[in-house]
């Protein structure tokens, strides 16, 4: 399986403001994905990151809230814009292994607004 | 109803004994079912995967797939107090843009009673 890392592990931010967050994976892949998940809740797809491609995202979730970058086959970013309180939450990178299907998670970044 | 439904739990065995762990699915067309474990505070990490009807056995753990009734199941044999965790089904289904993307369940509070 992959190994990656993400940065910042946790921050705490102010509204208004925005984070960017860094999704670092050590070998190439084609699928990345960004997931949401709230305290007690299970995880939801933010968006899919493909390299070359822009960003595909789900229902609730808009480009202008949630940019997202993919440079190359190892690296995507994903920034959270003019937070709120409510989007404190805990945001997963993942990647799809080769040959489709099984996915990999990151450690997570831990974001708190006030 | 939700496309992907697992019983919150918790659900309490003694160390020794086989937990049962349930998903239901609504998306008749999926094809590929996943088991995450995640622990307090960490990422999901995957114990396994099944694609075909039947049992897929892998150490302690064997994953159940019903097609027809909509159902995937896990069973750990010989729980051990450090399973005690949440485990999330996940379902990749097939969006309309001809792509995949993980549905996951909420997930099941397990304990496992030393």
């Known amino acids: 399986s992959a190994v990656i890392s993400q940065k910042p592990s946790r921050d705490i931010c102010q509204r208004g403001t925005s984070l960017t967050i860094q999704c670092q994976v050590d070998s190439q892949v084609t699928m990345m994905f960004w997931y949401r998940q709230q305290p007690g809740q299970s995880l939801t797809l933010i968006a899919t990151?493909?390299?070359?491609?822009?960003?595909?995202?789900e229902s609730g979730f808009v480009i202008d809230k949630f940019p997202i970058s993919r440079p190359n086959l190892t690296f995507s970013t994903l920034t959270v814009s003019n937070m709120s309180p409510e989007d404190s939450s805990i945001y997963l990178c993942?990647?799809?292994?080769?040959?489709?299907?099984?996915?990999?998670f990151g450690p997570g970044t831990r974001l708190t607004v006030l | 109803q939700k496309e992907v439904e697992q019983n919150s739990g918790p659900l309490s065995v003694p160390e020794g004994a086989i937990a049962s762990l349930n998903c239901t699915y609504s998306?008749?067309?999926?094809?590929?079912f996943f088991w995450y474990r995640q622990y307090s505070g960490k990422s999901p990490e995957l114990i396994m995967f099944i694609y075909s009807n039947g049992d897929k056995e892998d150490g302690r753990f064997t994953a159940q797939l019903n097609k027809a009734s909509q159902y995937v199941s896990l069973l750990i044999r010989d729980s051990q107090p450090s399973d005690s965790a949440t485990y999330l089904c996940a379902v990749n289904i097939l969006k309309t843009s001809g792509t995949y993307k993980y549905i996951f369940g909420t997930g099941t509070r397990l304990k496992v009673l030393a």
């Open positions: 990151a493909n390299q070359g491609s822009e960003a595909t995202y």
């Open positions: 998306d008749r067309g999926s094809q590929s």
């Open positions: 993942s990647v799809e292994a080769s040959g489709g299907g099984t996915q990999y």
